[in-house]
T-cell receptor, first 115, second 112 residues
């Protein structure tokens, strides 16, 4: 079956513009995660969705970042008024239940470059 | 908050063993993970170990955990050029779901 897919694979934008990044999780997976991978910084947790529960937004770095998950499936990460420090690879992962030791399956990421 | 540290780079020759080390700070870590990232790809889970274990072996991979020192290692036997990738250590602390804290990754370069 298909894995986690993300689009676009690359996005170049100008400072101050808004961007939307999309994640299609594995069908049937109830848990969905967004991470940010910056050069030399490892992976930074951004947000977690589990089914229809309220998301854990504790990792979002500022109020310019938001995410939604429609119908418990596809998720969109939105960054408003992008800044150069937002340049990174944004990774999405999904897992079947979110419980231990649930394997997180990662998508290939979206590389965001803010000029 | 939690912190996970790894060495950034390791270079080995094909056929040698590779050992990638990781330290973590959170004593309540429940599971510890090793992920592999190949160029242009997402992360792939290699193996994980429960915190009450001290060793796990899976084919060419051996994971050692020293819970007292909060030290985790991944040994790859008979390293191949296809093992060249970035390896991430991650720890998971129970918070109702499996949120992971990742290290910055160790780039493994295997030369022929």
């Amino acid at each position: 079956g298909a894995g986690v897919s993300q689009s676009p694979s690359n996005k170049v934008t100008e400072k101050g513009k808004d961007v939307e990044l999309r994640c299609d999780p594995i069908s049937g997976h109830t848990a969905l995660y967004w991470y940010r991978q910056s050069l030399g910084q490892g992976l930074e947790f951004l947000i977690y969705f589990q089914g229809n529960s309220a998301p854990d937004k504790s990792g979002l770095p500022s109020d310019r970042f938001s995410a939604e998950r429609t119908g418990g499936s596809v998720s969109t990460l939105t960054i408003q008024r992008t800044q150069q420090e937002d340049s990174a690879v944004y990774l999405c992962a999904s897992s079947s239940s979110g419980r231990w030791p649930d394997e997180q399956f990662f998508g290939p990421g979206t590389r965001l470059t803010v000029l | 908050g939690e912190d996970v540290e790894q060495s950034l780079f390791l270079s080995v020759r094909e056929g040698d063993s590779s050992v990638i080390n990781c330290t973590y700070t959170d004593s309540s870590s429940t599971y510890l993970y090793w992920y592999k990232q190949e160029p242009g790809a997402g992360l792939q889970l290699l193996t994980y170990i429960f915190s009450n274990m001290d060793m796990k072996q899976d084919q060419r991979l051996t994971v050692l955990l020293n819970k007292k020192d909060k030290h985790l290692s991944l040994r790859i036997a008979d390293t191949q050029t296809g093992d060249s990738a970035i390896y991430f250590c991650a720890d998971g602390v129970f918070s109702g779901y499996s949120t992971l804290t990742f290290g910055k990754g160790t780039m493994l370069l295997v030369s022929p």
